[in-house]
């Protein structure tokens, strides 16, 4: 089980951290990763971290404002985003592939006004 939280409305240029906590699997045994849907458009990529090695790869429309991070000991993801833009605008979802199946969380709201 994936729920995310930490979503909210923020004026252009500020700043918000989602938070993922993950259940019934051990984190760092699994790549994890972020993905965004805004109003009328197909879910994209956001941002993602490997479980061998740790690296982070990050969508062009996002690198240098948002981090990738996690904290295993606590299961839990995070997605710092900084320098927030009217296009980023979207319900946020985690997500993780297990054996095969992809899991995602229920999605966390992220508004920001102009």
């Known amino acids: 089980q994936l729920v995310e939280s930490g979503g909210g409305l923020v004026q252009t240029g500020g700043s918000l951290r989602l938070a993922c906590v993950v259940s019934?699997?051990?984190?760092?045994?699994?790549?994890i990763g972020w993905f965004r849907q805004a109003p009328g458009k197909e879910r994209e990529g956001v941002a993602c971290?490997?479980?061998?090695?740790?690296?982070?790869f990050y969508d062009d429309s996002v690198k240098g404002r948002f981090t990738i991070s996690r904290v295993n000991a606590k299961n839990t993801v995070y997605l710092q985003m900084n320098s927030l833009k009217s296009e980023d605008t979207a319900v946020y979802y985690c997500?993780?592939?297990?054996?095969?199946?992809?899991?995602w969380g229920q999605g966390t709201q992220v508004t920001v006004s102009s």
């Open positions: 971290m490997s479980t061998t090695d740790g690296n982070t």
């Open positions: 997500t993780t592939n297990v054996s095969g199946r992809d899991y």
């Open positions: 019934g699997f051990t984190l760092d045994d699994y790549a």
